[in-house]
């Protein structure tokens, strides 16, 4: 049965912590990739969010809108069923938590976990009744394109240069899969510990084309066991992105600190919270002078 609405409890009585400890208590498992759902948990709040546009305030992570068709079955949402299928314990054991709470909440935890930084977040998305609202497919990133697509994609959520950099240092986690993207292979050398990896594999090694089948992937000539996407490569080709590149490879606690600020605002874009008086919250307004 599709997954529908959770009215059972109003939000307020949802106790987060618990839900945090129930997300935890799924992260591990050794039969599937690299030992762990996180970095598909990440994946996970990063495609339910990454779908906004500040042009027409539509997309975003409220709503909840990936557990139905048709944004469930966008060729760049491959795979993500397996996180959303995994987390319905959670949701269930909940009641009053909203799907679209519990897939960005589940990135935040899961990035947490793996070794990130903390990272604000709060509750208060609703979940829609079907897929209606989801924007036309195309809001997510192409791995085959370079920086003009990069920045067309980004800036329409509202993030600069540097946010960029930073968001995308979160490949540093998890793997690409022949059968969801068509790429295949880790990005570093571990895979399910957040660091500033990503970056310095990019400066530090000599990356050539991967002769292969697949799509056009970059192998580093030295183990070949290690990849980057045409879109990664794009990060140290354009002056621009490359000089974050550089600082976050020299100091991993400045990128783990912008790159906290740079997902806590992408799972937020288009949410409206409510204030304690039911009326709403100013959207662009930040939560953090609210609390
Ligand atoms: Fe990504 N990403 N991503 N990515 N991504 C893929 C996997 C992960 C792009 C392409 C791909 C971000 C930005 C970009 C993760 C987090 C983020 C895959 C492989 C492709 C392709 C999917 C597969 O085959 O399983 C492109 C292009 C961009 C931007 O230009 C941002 C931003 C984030 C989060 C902040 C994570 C984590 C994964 C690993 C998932 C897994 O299953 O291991």
């Given at each position: 049965t599709a997954p529908g609405d959770?009215?059972?409890?109003?939000?307020?009585?949802?106790d987060y912590d618990q839900v945090r400890k129930s997300i935890s208590a799924l992260l591990?498992?050794?039969?599937y990739d690299d030992g762990s759902y996180g970095p598909l948990f990440v994946r996970l709040g990063w495609h339910a969010s990454g779908?906004?546009?500040?042009?027409?305030?539509?997309?975003?992570?409220?709503?909840?809108?990936?557990?139905?068709e048709p944004e469930s079955g966008w060729g760049a949402n491959k795979g993500l069923h397996l996180a959303r299928e995994r987390l319905e314990s959670v949701y269930r054991a909940h009641?009053?938590?909203t799907y679209a709470d519990l897939y960005t909440l589940a990135a935040v935890v899961a990035i947490e976990e793996m070794g990130g930084p903390t990272i604000k977040w709060r509750p208060g998305r609703d979940d829609h009744?079907?897929?209606?609202k989801s924007p036309a497919d195309g809001r997510l990133p192409d791995a085959a394109q370079g920086a003009q697509h990069i920045r067309d994609i980004f800036y329409r959520m509202g993030f600069n240069d540097q946010e960029i950099v930073a968001l995308v240092g979160a490949h540093s986690l998890g793997r690409c899969h022949t059968d969801r993207s068509g790429y295949e292979g880790?990005?570093?050398?571990?895979?399910t510990t957040f660091s500033n990896e990503f970056f310095r594999l990019l400066l530090e090694e000599k990356w050539q084309l991967r002769r292969w089948k697949g799509p056009k992937q970059y192998e580093d000539?030295?183990?070949?066991?290690l990849m980057m996407l045409p879109a990664d490569m794009a990060l140290i080709e354009d002056p621009e992105f490359r000089k974050y590149v550089v600082q976050y490879a020299k100091d991993g606690d400045k990128f783990a600190t912008d790159f906290a600020a740079a997902f806590g605002k992408l799972l937020e874009l288009g949410v409206e919270f409510k204030t304690t008086d039911g009326s709403r919250h100013g959207k662009?307004?930040?939560f953090w002078k609210r609390i």
């Open positions: 959770n009215k059972r409890a109003t939000p307020s009585k949802v591990d498992d050794n039969n779908t906004y546009s500040h042009l027409d305030s539509t997309g975003g992570s409220n709503g909840g809108c990936m557990r139905f009641p009053g938590l009744k079907d897929g209606k880790p990005w570093t050398n571990a895979p000539v030295k183990t070949k066991a662009n307004e930040s």
